[in-house]
T-cell receptor, first 111, second 115 residues
Framework: QKEVEQNSGPLSVPEGAIASLNCTYS??????FFWYRQYSGKSPELIMF????GDKEDGRFTAQLNKASQYVSLLIRDSQPSDSATYLC???????????FGTGTSLTVIP | DTGVSQDPRHKITKRGQNVTFRCDPI?????LYWYRQTLGQGPEFLTY????????KSRLLSDRFSAERPKGSFSTLEIQRTEQGDSAMYLC?????????????FGPGTRLTVL
């Protein structure tokens, strides 16, 4: 069974700090990994994806992937109150077209 | 607006009624996905289309659910004989390529409430 695990939180960080969000997955065949942000009552919004081991940076966001440990993380630098949302980790497998989502981590950035 | 659109945004229905939702993907995207999301959970995969072909369907999807994408453009999701447990946000997403980087873009969702 393919599982994607995230700490549900809530995670609270002060404004300007680094927020670290973590995700583990069960299937070593996983190929692509995605981070989505979801505000309450809204649909998920793509932040970034990663498929190679290492880091990938996009503005204040950095995704980190470690396939050996089956672990993917998202770092948000200089956190802003507008970053307060639920962050969803999603995993795609090459053998199919299904995406598996974690339950999300709720982040609150305190002004 | 060139994003994914869904209609209606909200639907309230009585138990036992049939409902149909529509999704219009980003125009150049040939892949279309339906998900269901309940409170506190991540989106749950329902079905996937590549062009007009329905290539995957979740085993969790009951026979009361059916989806179509007749011309490879917009898609419809129908729920027959709705039950209270069907109350959820129904999300549509589209993408343009397979494999690494197959990023999906979501529509605003249709929130279904079954009374």
């Amino acid at each position: 069974q393919k599982e994607v695990e995230q700490n549900s939180g809530p995670l609270s960080v002060p404004e300007g700090a680094i927020a670290s969000l973590n995700c583990t997955y069960s299937d070593r065949g996983s190929q692509s990994f995605f981070w989505y942000r979801q505000y309450s009552g809204k649909s998920p919004e793509l932040i970034m994806f990663i498929y190679s081991n290492g880091d990938k940076e996009d503005g204040r966001f950095t995704a980190q992937l470690n396939k050996a440990s089956q672990y993917v993380s998202l770092l948000i630098r200089d956190s802003q109150p507008s970053d307060s949302a639920t962050y969803l980790c999603a995993v795609n497998y090459p053998t199919g077209n299904q995406f598996y989502f974690g339950t999300g981590t709720s982040l609150t950035v305190i002004p | 607006d060139t994003g994914v659109s869904q209609d209606p945004r909200h639907k309230i229905t009585k138990r036992g009624q049939n409902v149909t939702f529509r999704c219009d993907p980003i125009s150049e995207h040939n892949r279309l996905y339906w998900y269901r999301q309940t409170l506190g959970q991540g989106p749950e995969f329902l079905t996937y289309f590549q062009n007009e072909a329905q290539l995957e369907k979740s085993r969790l999807l009951s026979d009361r659910f059916s989806a179509e994408r007749p011309k490879g453009s917009f898609s419809t999701l129908e729920i027959q004989r709705t039950e209270q447990g069907d109350s959820a946000m129904y999300l549509c997403a589209s993408s343009s390529r397979q494999g690494a980087g197959n990023e999906q873009f979501f529509g605003p969702g249709t929130r279904l409430t079954v009374l």
